[in-house]
Protein backbone atom coordinates (compact mmCIF):
# COMPACT_ATOMS: atom_id res chain seq x y z
CA UNK A 1 0.00 0.00 0.00
CA UNK A 2 1.69 3.54 -1.01
CA UNK A 3 1.22 6.29 1.32
CA UNK A 4 1.16 5.76 5.09
CA UNK A 5 1.26 2.86 6.73
CA UNK A 6 -2.28 1.88 8.44
CA UNK A 7 -1.92 0.62 11.84
CA UNK A 8 -4.97 0.91 14.58
CA UNK A 9 -5.12 2.47 17.82
CA UNK A 10 -8.11 1.15 19.92
CA UNK A 11 -9.53 2.77 23.09
CA UNK A 12 -12.25 1.01 24.73
CA UNK A 13 -14.38 2.80 27.33
CA UNK A 14 -16.23 0.25 29.55
CA UNK A 15 -19.39 1.77 31.21
CA UNK A 16 -20.98 -0.75 33.59
CA UNK A 17 -24.83 0.68 33.16
CA UNK A 18 -26.93 -1.52 30.67
CA UNK A 19 -23.41 -3.39 29.48
CA UNK A 20 -22.81 -0.09 27.77
CA UNK A 21 -19.35 0.29 26.01
CA UNK A 22 -17.59 2.84 23.57
CA UNK A 23 -15.17 1.90 20.95
CA UNK A 24 -12.75 5.20 20.30
CA UNK A 25 -10.79 4.15 17.24
CA UNK A 26 -8.52 5.99 14.76
CA UNK A 27 -7.29 5.29 11.49
CA UNK A 28 -3.52 5.71 10.03
CA UNK A 29 -2.07 7.36 12.99
CA UNK A 30 -4.20 10.10 13.59
CA UNK A 31 -5.83 10.64 16.82
CA UNK A 32 -8.95 12.85 17.32
CA UNK A 33 -7.53 16.61 18.64
CA UNK A 34 -4.15 15.10 18.47
CA UNK A 35 -2.07 17.45 15.47
CA UNK A 36 -1.01 15.12 12.71
CA UNK A 37 3.24 14.97 12.06
CA UNK A 38 3.93 14.00 8.43
CA UNK A 39 7.06 13.19 6.48
CA UNK A 40 8.96 15.90 6.03
CA UNK A 41 9.41 15.82 2.61
CA UNK A 42 5.49 16.35 2.39
CA UNK A 43 6.66 19.66 3.70
CA UNK A 44 9.12 20.93 1.14
CA UNK A 45 7.54 24.18 -0.22
CA UNK A 46 5.07 24.29 2.25
CA UNK A 47 4.24 27.42 3.20
CA UNK A 48 0.97 26.90 5.78
CA UNK A 49 -0.64 24.11 7.03
CA UNK A 50 -3.99 24.22 8.98
CA UNK A 51 -4.92 21.15 10.79
CA UNK A 52 -7.92 21.99 12.53
CA UNK A 53 -6.64 19.71 15.20
CA UNK A 54 -5.65 20.07 19.00
CA UNK A 55 -4.02 23.09 20.30
CA UNK A 56 -3.91 24.06 16.29
CA UNK A 57 -7.54 25.37 16.49
CA UNK A 58 -8.26 28.11 19.08
CA UNK A 59 -11.33 29.76 20.31
CA UNK A 60 -10.74 32.63 19.16
CA UNK A 61 -14.29 33.41 17.14
CA UNK A 62 -16.41 36.11 16.12
CA UNK A 63 -19.99 36.04 18.00
CA UNK A 64 -21.47 34.53 15.03
CA UNK A 65 -22.97 36.73 12.58
CA UNK A 66 -22.82 40.47 11.02
CA UNK A 67 -22.71 43.53 12.65
CA UNK A 68 -21.94 41.79 16.39
CA UNK A 69 -18.34 41.89 16.83
CA UNK A 70 -17.04 45.51 17.00
CA UNK A 71 -13.65 45.64 14.76
CA UNK A 72 -10.92 46.72 15.99
CA UNK A 73 -7.08 47.55 15.36
CA UNK A 74 -5.13 45.48 18.06
CA UNK A 75 -1.48 46.46 18.88
CA UNK A 76 1.30 43.33 18.80
CA UNK A 77 4.48 44.55 19.68
CA UNK A 78 7.22 47.49 19.10
CA UNK A 79 11.01 47.43 18.79
CA UNK A 80 13.41 50.08 18.31
CA UNK A 81 17.56 50.67 17.60
CA UNK A 82 19.73 53.53 17.31
CA UNK A 83 23.12 54.74 14.98
CA UNK A 84 25.70 56.31 17.34
CA UNK A 85 28.53 57.30 16.22
CA UNK A 86 27.05 58.58 12.96
CA UNK A 87 27.12 55.23 10.56
CA UNK A 88 25.44 54.64 7.18
CA UNK A 89 23.04 52.10 8.07
CA UNK A 90 21.32 50.24 11.01
CA UNK A 91 18.70 47.61 11.44
CA UNK A 92 15.72 46.86 13.85
CA UNK A 93 14.20 43.53 14.61
CA UNK A 94 10.79 41.93 13.42
CA UNK A 95 8.04 42.99 16.15
CA UNK A 96 8.08 40.05 18.32
CA UNK A 97 4.34 38.36 17.61
CA UNK A 98 3.95 39.60 14.21
CA UNK A 99 2.08 37.47 11.99
CA UNK A 100 1.28 37.27 7.79
CA UNK A 101 -1.36 39.99 7.10
CA UNK A 102 -0.68 42.23 10.10
CA UNK A 103 0.52 45.69 9.13
CA UNK A 104 4.14 46.97 10.19
CA UNK A 105 4.75 50.65 10.76
CA UNK A 106 8.32 52.39 10.90
CA UNK A 107 9.26 55.78 11.44
CA UNK A 108 12.91 57.03 11.30
CA UNK A 109 14.60 60.15 11.71
CA UNK A 110 18.26 60.90 11.22
CA UNK A 111 20.23 64.36 10.68
CA UNK A 112 20.95 65.78 7.77
CA UNK A 113 19.00 63.73 5.11
CA UNK A 114 17.97 60.91 6.68
CA UNK A 115 18.10 57.38 6.53
CA UNK A 116 15.66 55.64 3.94
CA UNK A 117 13.25 53.35 4.72
CA UNK A 118 14.01 49.53 4.67
CA UNK A 119 12.76 47.40 1.69
CA UNK A 120 9.43 46.70 0.87
CA UNK A 121 8.04 49.04 2.98
CA UNK A 122 6.09 52.39 1.30
CA UNK A 123 6.19 56.03 2.05
CA UNK A 124 3.43 57.47 3.88
CA UNK A 125 4.73 60.72 4.86
CA UNK A 126 8.26 62.37 4.85
CA UNK A 127 8.74 65.03 7.13
CA UNK A 128 11.65 67.53 6.22
CA UNK A 129 13.01 69.41 9.11
CA UNK A 130 15.69 72.21 9.52
CA UNK A 131 18.12 69.99 9.88
CA UNK A 132 17.10 66.59 10.01
CA UNK A 133 14.58 64.27 7.66
CA UNK A 134 12.00 61.44 8.94
CA UNK A 135 10.36 59.15 7.09
CA UNK A 136 6.89 57.34 7.95
CA UNK A 137 6.83 54.28 5.87
CA UNK A 138 4.17 50.76 6.20
CA UNK A 139 4.11 47.23 4.77
CA UNK A 140 1.82 44.30 4.98
CA UNK A 141 3.79 41.80 6.62
CA UNK A 142 4.03 38.49 4.79
CA UNK A 143 4.61 34.94 4.99
CA UNK A 144 8.09 35.22 4.88
CA UNK A 145 9.09 38.02 6.87
CA UNK A 146 12.63 38.71 7.13
CA UNK A 147 13.64 39.02 11.23
CA UNK A 148 15.57 42.27 10.75
CA UNK A 149 15.35 45.28 8.84
CA UNK A 150 17.63 47.59 7.48
CA UNK A 151 18.09 51.57 7.69
CA UNK A 152 20.32 52.93 4.98
CA UNK A 153 21.42 56.55 5.31
CA UNK A 154 20.52 58.55 2.49
CA UNK A 155 23.96 59.87 1.80
CA UNK A 156 26.89 60.03 3.60
CA UNK A 157 27.13 59.11 7.28
CA UNK A 158 24.45 60.08 10.05
CA UNK A 159 23.36 59.65 13.53
CA UNK A 160 19.81 57.76 13.49
CA UNK A 161 16.91 56.83 15.38
CA UNK A 162 14.15 54.55 14.14
CA UNK A 163 10.84 52.93 16.07
CA UNK A 164 9.04 49.84 14.20
CA UNK A 165 5.65 48.57 15.97
CA UNK A 166 3.05 45.85 14.56
CA UNK A 167 -0.63 46.28 14.67
CA UNK A 168 -3.31 43.44 13.63
CA UNK A 169 -6.78 43.80 12.81
CA UNK A 170 -6.27 46.67 9.66
CA UNK A 171 -8.77 47.10 6.67
CA UNK A 172 -7.47 44.57 3.51
CA UNK A 173 -7.03 48.13 1.44
CA UNK A 174 -6.87 52.24 2.42
CA UNK A 175 -6.06 50.97 5.73
CA UNK A 176 -4.51 54.21 6.93
CA UNK A 177 -4.48 57.86 6.66
CA UNK A 178 -1.39 60.15 7.81
CA UNK A 179 -0.41 63.49 8.72
CA UNK A 180 2.48 65.46 9.53
CA UNK A 181 3.71 68.55 10.41
CA UNK A 182 7.20 70.28 11.55
CA UNK A 183 8.66 73.40 14.12
CA UNK A 184 11.80 74.92 13.04
CA UNK A 185 11.85 77.32 16.26
CA UNK A 186 12.73 76.31 20.01
CA UNK A 187 9.70 74.61 21.17
CA UNK A 188 8.70 72.78 24.31
CA UNK A 189 4.98 72.39 23.48
CA UNK A 190 3.47 72.23 20.61
CA UNK A 191 0.63 70.11 18.93
CA UNK A 192 -0.09 67.72 16.25
CA UNK A 193 -1.27 68.49 13.11
CA UNK A 194 -4.83 67.44 13.16
CA UNK A 195 -6.04 63.73 11.37
CA UNK A 196 -9.65 63.32 10.44
CA UNK A 197 -10.67 59.71 10.67
CA UNK A 198 -13.66 57.98 8.26
CA UNK A 199 -14.25 54.87 9.90
CA UNK A 200 -15.31 54.41 13.33
CA UNK A 201 -13.28 52.50 16.01
CA UNK A 202 -9.63 53.50 14.12
CA UNK A 203 -6.59 53.63 16.15
CA UNK A 204 -4.79 56.87 15.69
CA UNK A 205 -0.56 56.93 16.52
CA UNK A 206 1.07 59.89 16.48
CA UNK A 207 4.71 59.98 16.02
CA UNK A 208 7.43 62.50 17.27
CA UNK A 209 10.87 63.47 16.51
CA UNK A 210 12.74 65.94 18.26
CA UNK A 211 16.33 67.79 17.83
CA UNK A 212 18.54 69.20 20.23
CA UNK A 213 22.30 69.28 21.56
CA UNK A 214 23.50 68.33 25.05
CA UNK A 215 20.33 67.95 26.63
CA UNK A 216 17.88 65.53 28.59
CA UNK A 217 14.10 65.33 27.71
CA UNK A 218 11.26 63.13 29.07
CA UNK A 219 7.60 63.06 27.31
CA UNK A 220 4.16 63.81 28.53
CA UNK A 221 1.08 62.09 27.21
CA UNK A 222 0.25 64.79 24.26
CA UNK A 223 -3.62 64.29 25.27
CA UNK A 224 -5.33 62.16 28.32
CA UNK A 225 -6.57 59.50 25.98
CA UNK A 226 -2.84 58.43 24.64
CA UNK A 227 -1.08 56.12 25.98
CA UNK A 228 2.89 56.12 25.52
CA UNK A 229 4.14 52.68 23.50
CA UNK A 230 7.86 53.46 22.62
CA UNK A 231 10.56 55.88 23.58
CA UNK A 232 13.45 56.10 21.86
CA UNK A 233 15.93 59.02 22.75
CA UNK A 234 19.40 59.44 22.58
CA UNK A 235 21.66 58.70 25.29
CA UNK A 236 21.90 62.24 28.07
CA UNK A 237 24.72 64.12 27.56
CA UNK A 238 25.23 62.71 24.16
CA UNK A 239 28.03 65.25 22.95
CA UNK A 240 26.50 64.95 19.35
CA UNK A 241 24.94 68.23 17.90
CA UNK A 242 22.43 66.05 15.79
CA UNK A 243 20.76 64.17 18.33
CA UNK A 244 17.42 62.60 17.42
CA UNK A 245 14.88 61.33 19.94
CA UNK A 246 11.62 59.50 18.92
CA UNK A 247 8.59 58.47 20.74
CA UNK A 248 5.09 56.92 19.65
CA UNK A 249 2.04 57.29 21.21
CA UNK A 250 -1.40 55.42 20.53
CA UNK A 251 -5.21 56.79 20.75
CA UNK A 252 -7.47 53.83 20.90
CA UNK A 253 -10.80 53.17 18.85
CA UNK A 254 -11.95 56.64 17.99
CA UNK A 255 -14.98 57.28 16.34
CA UNK A 256 -15.16 59.36 12.93
CA UNK A 257 -14.00 63.06 13.11
CA UNK A 258 -10.88 65.83 13.59
CA UNK A 259 -8.06 64.66 16.50
CA UNK A 260 -5.18 66.80 17.67
CA UNK A 261 -3.17 65.77 20.56
CA UNK A 262 -0.01 68.03 21.89
CA UNK A 263 3.44 67.29 23.31
CA UNK A 264 5.41 69.12 25.69
CA UNK A 265 9.63 68.19 25.72
CA UNK A 266 11.55 68.81 28.63
CA UNK A 267 14.65 70.74 27.81
CA UNK A 268 15.42 72.83 24.80
CA UNK A 269 13.89 71.22 21.84
CA UNK A 270 14.37 72.33 18.04
CA UNK A 271 13.36 71.02 14.96
CA UNK A 272 10.66 69.01 16.04
CA UNK A 273 8.70 67.22 13.57
CA UNK A 274 5.46 65.06 14.18
CA UNK A 275 3.00 62.72 12.80
CA UNK A 276 0.13 60.94 13.05
CA UNK A 277 -1.41 57.91 11.25
CA UNK A 278 -5.27 56.63 11.82
CA UNK A 279 -5.09 52.75 10.80
CA UNK A 280 -8.70 51.41 9.81
CA UNK A 281 -10.01 48.41 11.35
CA UNK A 282 -11.26 45.62 8.82
CA UNK A 283 -14.99 45.59 9.23
CA UNK A 284 -15.15 42.16 8.02
CA UNK A 285 -17.34 43.37 4.90
CA UNK A 286 -20.54 40.90 5.37
CA UNK A 287 -19.44 39.04 8.48
CA UNK A 288 -17.26 39.64 11.88
CA UNK A 289 -13.95 38.85 11.79
CA UNK A 290 -12.07 37.69 15.03
CA UNK A 291 -9.81 39.69 16.50
CA UNK A 292 -7.04 37.40 17.38
CA UNK A 293 -6.21 34.23 15.22
CA UNK A 294 -7.66 31.10 15.77
CA UNK A 295 -6.59 28.97 13.01
CA UNK A 296 -3.22 27.80 14.09
CA UNK A 297 -0.45 26.79 11.55
CA UNK A 298 0.92 22.87 12.42
CA UNK A 299 4.37 24.52 11.75
CA UNK A 300 3.84 27.43 14.60
CA UNK A 301 5.60 29.32 11.11
CA UNK A 302 2.93 32.30 11.92
CA UNK A 303 1.22 32.11 9.19
CA UNK A 304 -2.36 31.39 10.70
CA UNK A 305 -6.04 32.44 9.61
CA UNK A 306 -8.89 33.64 11.88
CA UNK A 307 -12.28 33.02 11.55
CA UNK A 308 -15.27 34.86 10.40
CA UNK A 309 -18.60 34.80 11.04
CA UNK A 310 -18.30 31.24 12.83
CA UNK A 311 -17.83 28.05 12.49
CA UNK A 312 -17.70 24.75 14.43
CA UNK A 313 -15.57 21.72 14.93
CA UNK A 314 -16.67 18.50 13.06
CA UNK A 315 -15.28 15.14 12.62
CA UNK A 316 -12.71 15.80 10.04
CA UNK A 317 -11.04 13.62 7.07
CA UNK A 318 -8.08 13.63 9.33
CA UNK A 319 -9.00 13.90 13.07
CA UNK A 320 -11.20 17.36 13.69
CA UNK A 321 -12.41 19.72 10.68
CA UNK A 322 -14.61 22.63 10.31
CA UNK A 323 -17.98 23.01 9.22
CA UNK A 324 -18.87 26.89 7.47
CA UNK A 325 -22.43 27.52 7.27
CA UNK A 326 -23.10 28.90 3.34
CA UNK A 327 -24.38 31.96 5.48
CA UNK A 328 -21.55 34.30 6.35
CA UNK A 329 -19.05 31.67 8.04
CA UNK A 330 -15.56 32.18 5.88
CA UNK A 331 -11.70 31.66 7.39
CA UNK A 332 -9.32 34.48 6.19
CA UNK A 333 -5.43 34.37 5.77
CA UNK A 334 -2.52 35.93 3.57
CA UNK A 335 -0.54 33.07 1.33
CA UNK A 336 1.66 35.89 -0.09
CA UNK A 337 2.88 35.42 -3.73
CA UNK A 338 3.71 32.40 -5.72
CA UNK A 339 1.33 29.82 -4.21
CA UNK A 340 1.81 26.68 -6.49
CA UNK A 341 -0.22 23.70 -4.69
CA UNK A 342 -3.37 23.84 -2.60
CA UNK A 343 -4.25 20.66 -0.65
CA UNK A 344 -7.52 20.43 1.16
CA UNK A 345 -10.03 18.24 2.08
CA UNK A 346 -13.89 19.19 1.57
CA UNK A 347 -17.59 17.78 2.25
CA UNK A 348 -20.77 19.28 1.36
CA UNK A 349 -24.18 18.54 1.39
CA UNK A 350 -24.89 20.22 -2.14
CA UNK A 351 -21.19 19.87 -4.42
CA UNK A 352 -22.98 21.88 -7.47
CA UNK A 353 -21.60 25.34 -8.03
CA UNK A 354 -19.79 26.05 -4.61
CA UNK A 355 -17.71 28.94 -4.08
CA UNK A 356 -14.42 26.73 -2.42
CA UNK A 357 -11.61 28.81 -1.68
CA UNK A 358 -10.09 32.57 -2.99
CA UNK A 359 -6.91 33.46 -3.96
CA UNK A 360 -7.07 36.74 -4.61
CA UNK A 361 -10.13 37.78 -5.78
CA UNK A 362 -9.49 36.66 -9.42
CA UNK A 363 -7.94 33.04 -9.02
CA UNK A 364 -10.34 31.15 -7.15
CA UNK A 365 -11.31 27.52 -6.75
CA UNK A 366 -14.94 26.63 -7.43
CA UNK A 367 -17.41 23.64 -8.36
CA UNK A 368 -19.49 24.01 -11.57
CA UNK A 369 -22.81 23.30 -12.43
CA UNK A 370 -21.53 19.96 -13.09
CA UNK A 371 -20.20 19.35 -9.40
CA UNK A 372 -16.49 19.26 -11.28
CA UNK A 373 -13.70 21.04 -9.30
CA UNK A 374 -12.34 24.38 -11.62
CA UNK A 375 -9.59 26.35 -10.83
CA UNK A 376 -10.50 29.85 -12.35
CA UNK A 377 -8.20 32.05 -13.66
CA UNK A 378 -5.03 29.92 -12.63
CA UNK A 379 -2.85 30.09 -15.73
CA UNK A 380 -1.96 26.24 -16.15
CA UNK A 381 -3.49 24.43 -13.32
CA UNK A 382 -3.91 20.48 -13.08
CA UNK A 383 -6.79 19.44 -10.49
CA UNK A 384 -6.75 16.06 -8.47
CA UNK A 385 -9.86 14.78 -7.08
CA UNK A 386 -8.81 11.78 -4.64
CA UNK A 387 -5.21 11.22 -6.54
CA UNK A 388 -7.11 11.39 -9.53
CA UNK A 389 -6.43 14.15 -12.78
CA UNK A 390 -8.85 12.38 -14.93
CA UNK A 391 -12.12 13.50 -13.29
CA UNK A 392 -12.16 16.37 -11.13
CA UNK A 393 -15.97 15.53 -10.46
CA UNK A 394 -17.50 15.53 -7.07
CA UNK A 395 -20.17 12.50 -7.56
CA UNK A 396 -21.58 12.22 -4.41
CA UNK A 397 -22.88 15.07 -1.86
CA UNK A 398 -21.99 14.83 1.68
CA UNK A 399 -18.97 12.91 0.89
CA UNK A 400 -15.36 13.45 2.22
CA UNK A 401 -13.13 14.87 -1.44
CA UNK A 402 -9.20 15.44 -1.60
CA UNK A 403 -8.70 18.28 -3.46
CA UNK A 404 -5.19 19.37 -4.79
CA UNK A 405 -4.99 22.64 -7.29
CA UNK A 406 -1.43 22.49 -8.78
CA UNK A 407 -0.08 25.55 -11.05
CA UNK A 408 3.67 25.81 -12.53
CA UNK A 409 2.86 29.64 -12.90
CA UNK A 410 1.64 30.07 -9.43
CA UNK A 411 -1.18 32.80 -8.32
CA UNK A 412 -1.13 35.32 -5.65
CA UNK A 413 -2.74 34.29 -2.04
CA UNK A 414 -2.75 38.00 -0.57
CA UNK A 415 -6.92 37.50 -0.17
CA UNK A 416 -6.90 33.59 1.09
CA UNK A 417 -10.20 33.00 2.25
CA UNK A 418 -12.27 29.36 2.77
CA UNK A 419 -15.57 29.48 2.48
CA UNK A 420 -16.25 32.44 0.44
CA UNK A 421 -14.96 34.18 -2.92
CA UNK A 422 -16.24 37.79 -3.09
CA UNK A 423 -20.17 37.68 -1.43
CA UNK A 424 -20.79 34.29 -2.37
CA UNK A 425 -20.21 31.34 0.45
CA UNK A 426 -20.07 28.08 0.66
CA UNK A 427 -21.79 25.54 2.90
CA UNK A 428 -18.66 22.93 3.50
CA UNK A 429 -16.60 20.98 6.03
CA UNK A 430 -13.12 21.69 5.20
CA UNK A 431 -10.23 19.48 6.90
CA UNK A 432 -6.13 19.66 6.00
CA UNK A 433 -5.29 22.36 4.70
CA UNK A 434 -2.09 22.89 2.46
CA UNK A 435 -0.22 25.43 0.84
CA UNK A 436 2.83 25.41 -1.06
CA UNK A 437 5.29 27.52 -2.96
CA UNK A 438 6.00 24.48 -5.22
CA UNK A 439 4.04 22.17 -7.51
CA UNK A 440 2.88 18.66 -5.78
CA UNK A 441 4.14 15.20 -7.92
CA UNK A 442 1.88 13.06 -8.32
CA UNK A 443 3.26 10.70 -6.21
CA UNK A 444 3.24 13.23 -3.29
CA UNK A 445 -0.61 14.09 -4.22
CA UNK A 446 -1.35 9.86 -3.86
CA UNK A 447 0.48 10.38 -0.53
CA UNK A 448 -1.37 13.14 0.76
CA UNK A 449 -4.70 11.56 -0.05
CA UNK A 450 -3.32 8.23 1.21
CA UNK A 451 -3.32 10.00 4.48
CA UNK A 452 -6.89 10.93 4.95
CA UNK A 453 -8.42 8.15 2.65
CA UNK A 454 -7.07 5.47 5.26
CA UNK A 455 -8.33 7.84 8.16
CA UNK A 456 -11.77 6.85 8.90
CA UNK A 457 -12.53 8.62 11.76
CA UNK A 458 -15.99 8.60 11.34
CA UNK A 459 -17.10 4.68 10.29
CA UNK A 460 -18.26 2.47 13.01
CA UNK A 461 -15.84 -0.34 13.58
CA UNK A 462 -16.29 -4.27 13.92
CA UNK A 463 -14.77 -5.09 16.97
CA UNK A 464 -13.51 -8.41 17.48
CA UNK A 465 -16.21 -11.18 18.36
CA UNK A 466 -14.13 -12.02 21.74
CA UNK A 467 -15.79 -8.31 22.96
CA UNK A 468 -19.18 -8.69 21.54
CA UNK A 469 -19.99 -11.67 24.27
CA UNK A 470 -22.58 -10.87 26.52
CA UNK A 471 -22.98 -7.50 24.81
CA UNK A 472 -26.87 -6.20 24.86
CA UNK A 473 -26.34 -2.81 23.76
CA UNK A 474 -23.23 -0.63 21.37
CA UNK A 475 -24.04 2.88 21.05
CA UNK A 476 -20.63 3.44 19.03
CA UNK A 477 -21.33 7.28 17.89
CA UNK A 478 -20.14 7.27 14.66
CA UNK A 479 -21.22 9.33 11.80
CA UNK A 480 -23.05 5.56 10.93
CA UNK A 481 -24.46 5.44 14.18
CA UNK A 482 -25.81 8.74 14.76
CA UNK A 483 -28.20 11.92 13.35
CA UNK A 484 -29.03 15.35 14.49
CA UNK A 485 -31.57 13.70 16.89
CA UNK A 486 -30.82 9.72 17.20
CA UNK A 487 -28.15 7.53 18.37
CA UNK A 488 -28.43 4.19 16.80
CA UNK A 489 -27.85 0.44 18.62
CA UNK A 490 -25.77 -1.34 16.72
CA UNK A 491 -26.67 -4.44 18.64
CA UNK A 492 -30.04 -4.17 19.91
CA UNK A 493 -33.13 -2.06 19.78
CA UNK A 494 -32.55 0.46 22.32
CA UNK A 495 -31.91 3.99 20.44
CA UNK A 496 -31.37 7.36 22.04
CA UNK A 497 -32.67 10.77 21.77
CA UNK A 498 -30.67 13.66 21.53
CA UNK A 499 -31.56 16.70 23.28
CA UNK A 500 -29.36 20.03 22.61
CA UNK A 501 -29.32 22.73 24.84
CA UNK A 502 -28.00 26.28 23.25
CA UNK A 503 -26.70 29.13 25.62
CA UNK A 504 -26.77 32.50 23.64
CA UNK A 505 -23.94 35.12 24.89
CA UNK A 506 -23.41 38.49 23.48
CA UNK A 507 -26.01 38.61 20.69
CA UNK A 508 -24.01 35.61 18.75
CA UNK A 509 -24.62 32.04 18.19
CA UNK A 510 -24.07 30.86 21.50
CA UNK A 511 -22.71 27.40 22.39
CA UNK A 512 -24.67 23.97 22.25
CA UNK A 513 -24.29 21.35 25.24
CA UNK A 514 -26.18 17.67 24.31
CA UNK A 515 -27.34 15.33 26.73
CA UNK A 516 -28.91 11.74 25.44
CA UNK A 517 -31.55 9.92 26.74
CA UNK A 518 -31.90 5.99 26.27
CA UNK A 519 -35.49 4.01 27.16
CA UNK A 520 -35.73 0.26 27.55
CA UNK A 521 -38.10 -1.93 29.40
CA UNK A 522 -35.99 -1.79 32.22
CA UNK A 523 -36.40 2.30 32.72
CA UNK A 524 -34.74 5.49 31.37
CA UNK A 525 -31.52 6.94 31.64
CA UNK A 526 -29.41 10.04 30.66
CA UNK A 527 -25.60 10.37 29.97
CA UNK A 528 -24.69 13.67 31.03
CA UNK A 529 -23.09 16.08 28.57
CA UNK A 530 -20.08 17.04 30.18
CA UNK A 531 -16.80 16.10 28.06
CA UNK A 532 -18.63 15.23 24.72
CA UNK A 533 -16.65 12.47 23.19
CA UNK A 534 -15.51 13.58 19.08
CA UNK A 535 -18.62 12.12 17.45
CA UNK A 536 -21.25 13.87 19.02
CA UNK A 537 -21.79 17.44 18.04
CA UNK A 538 -25.01 18.56 18.57
Not at 93 to 109: E, H, M, Q, R, S
Not at 182 to 192: A, L
Not at 425 to 430: F, L, W
Not at 483 to 493: A, E, F, K, L, P
Amino acid sequence: MSGLQKFIITALALAIAGGIYFVFTTYGGTQFNITLTTNTSLDEGLIAHWTFDGTKIGTASSTGGSGTTTPEITFVDSSSNKLTPAGTSFTIAKPTGTNNGDLILAFVAGDGSGFYLPSGFATATAISGTSHTSYLGYKVAGVSEPGTYTFNVVSGTELGRAIMWTVSGQASSNFIATTSSTRTTTNTTGDFTSITTTVASSTIYGIVSTEAGDRSYSSSQPASAYTLVEDNPFPAGSSNTANVSLFVLERDAVTTGTYTGSTTITGTATDIEAAQVAIYPDTGSSADCAATTGVYERRESGNNGRFCGGHVKVPGAIGTGVYLDGDDDYIQGLMDTGVKSVSFWVKMPDNTSQKLINMDGTDQIETNGSDAVVATSWPNATVYVNASSGSATLSEDNTWYHVVVTDSTGVDGSAFEVGRVGSTYAEMSVDDIRVFDTVLTAEKVQRLYDLGATTHIATTITTNSDLEDGLVHHWPFDIAGASTSTVYDRIGSVNGTITATTTTTGGGSGTTSATTTYSSGSGTWTLPPAAPHPWLYA
